[in-house]
């Protein structure tokens, strides 16, 4: 496609990116949609197709066949969650655009998303395990304070990552003992409590080491959690700074991300026989379905209630 064909795609893009934010989608929703239609803009750069108009089914089957075949810079290949979600992105522009009256058709119709096996749930924790990286924080120091602050509460609440990122000074309310997760995944409020323990060190952060990480500076927006220029930590920062490097000072082997507290918060909500339905509203998931996934944790507790009660199992006497 010649640069007058791309461009005319990009004008669409940007008014697509300027929609989505006026619907109220979450920022990260809107990135990872705008981030995704330059790599299809980057496919079509080295394509015959002429205009919006000439683009096919054909062309969008091409494009999924690309996708499959791109390698990250570690030579592994992407997702089929990524490509799903790329491939998402790509429809939803489509149909933009005929609802637009940009096309007459759409020719999205026939794109088929890439089966997803949902696997079980990476880095949870044990409760020996938890505790061996909360106490690894120097809490005597500012920044000590503010990490164990943070990883309280990913583990008290099983919020993710962009959402305690996103938290403001406002969103906390201490004497209720409640936060509320703002525009958080699919564009959703929801109001959610934590724990004695994570509101003691939230509130010992907030008092005592926040004023000092700010050292002159404003807080941007009012974040709650802010860094040396006063912003909102970034991800990384969050991934790699804190988290992973407190599981690796702790001496677990496990691979813990941010997202590995609420998978473990949630784990050890249900086994300690909190129901289904209270889990689905503790971490925002639309459908109860998402929730069930943590009942196939439980699998190490039924090989011990096996090898205890079957008798097949017993010791003979």
């Excluded at 509101?199 to 974040?223: F, S, T, W």
């Excluded at 790699?240 to 050890?268: D, L, M, N, Q, W």
């Excluded at 503790?282 to 944790?297: D, E, K, R």
Aim: positive net charge; hydrophobic residues 35%.
């Amino acid at each position: 496609m010649d640069e007058q064909g791309l461009a005319e795609i990009r004008r669409w893009v940007e008014k697509l990116k300027s929609y989505l934010k006026a619907e109220g989608y979450s920022p990260e929703t809107v990135k990872a949609a705008h981030y995704d239609l330059n790599r299809f803009l980057l496919f079509l750069s080295g394509r015959e197709e002429e205009n919006l108009p000439a683009i096919t089914s054909d062309t969008l089957y091409a494009f999924q066949m690309a996708l499959y075949g791109l390698r990250r810079r570690d030579g592994r290949p992407y997702s089929l969650s990524v490509q799903s979600r790329c491939l998402t992105s790509v429809r939803g522009f489509f149909r933009y655009l005929v609802r637009r009256g940009v096309i007459l058709g759409d020719p999205s119709g026939a794109l088929e998303l890439p089966k997803i096996k949902r696997g079980l749930p990476r880095g949870v924790m044990t409760l020996r395990e938890v505790e061996k990286v909360l106490a690894q924080p120097d809490v005597d120091a500012s920044r000590g304070l503010r990490d164990r602050a943070i990883m309280e509460l990913l583990y008290s609440t099983g919020i993710r990552n962009a959402e305690l990122r996103n938290l403001a000074l406002y969103d906390i309310n201490m004497s209720e003992g409640v936060l509320t997760v703002r525009n958080g995944k699919g564009g959703k409020d929801r109001v959610v409590p934590f724990g004695e323990i994570a509101g003691r060190y939230l509130d010992q952060y907030v008092k005592e080491a926040r004023p000092k990480i700010l050292a002159g500076h404003e807080a941007k927006d009012n974040v709650l959690f802010v860094g040396r220029d006063g912003g909102k930590l970034s991800c990384q920062t969050l991934v790699k700074h804190i988290v992973e490097r407190y599981v690796k000072a702790s001496g677990i082997k496990k691979h813990v991300t941010p997202h590995g507290f609420r998978h473990t918060c949630a784990t050890h909500m249900l086994k300690g026989r909190a129901s289904l339905r209270h889990i689905q509203a503790l971490l925002g998931h639309s459908n109860l379905a998402a929730t069930q996934i943590y009942t196939h944790v439980e699998v190490g507790d039924l090989k011990k209630e096996l090898r205890r009660c079957h008798p097949r199992e017993r010791p003979k006497g």
